[in-house]
């Protein structure tokens, strides 16, 4: 059974900086693409990032870029999601998905992922 277990989520400051995880178990293939995705409230889902199985190829939107850094150890079977100079608007519930290819680069396009895990909120405020 594929499972995909986010933590890391809380409560931050404007500026301050949390790292997300996002441990992958029921994996018969190593060729897995994993994205992050996040949704606020009265919004639509939004791709954050998303990362190659290699780790060679990333995405970010524009919204992240510079801030936001996406990593895999794939040793551990956990993606990471560094996000620095947190705004206030990037409050939102943090999911990370998966869609098993042998591709090399991934996409931020949520009907790709057919594996999601359950989700974990990030609050940036004062």
């Known amino acids: 059974q594929l499972q995909l277990v986010e933590s890391g989520g809380g409560l931050v400051q404007p500026g301050g900086s949390l790292r997300l995880s996002c441990a992958a178990s029921g994996f018969t293939s190593p060729y897995y693409v994993v994205g992050w995705f996040r949704q606020a409230p009265g919004k639509e889902r939004e791709g954050v990032s998303c990362i190659s199985s290699s780790g060679r190829t990333t995405n970010y939107a524009d919204s992240v870029k510079g801030r936001f850094t996406i990593s895999r150890d794939n040793a551990k079977n956990t993606v990471y999601l560094q996000m620095n100079s947190l705004k206030p608007e990037d409050t939102a519930t943090y999911f990370c998905?998966?869609?098993?290819?042998?591709?090399?680069?991934?996409?931020?396009?949520?009907?790709?992922?057919?594996?999601w895990g359950q989700g974990t909120q990030v609050t940036v405020s004062s």
């Open positions: 998905a998966a869609y098993i290819t042998a591709d090399y680069y991934c996409t931020s396009r949520p009907d790709e992922y057919d594996t």
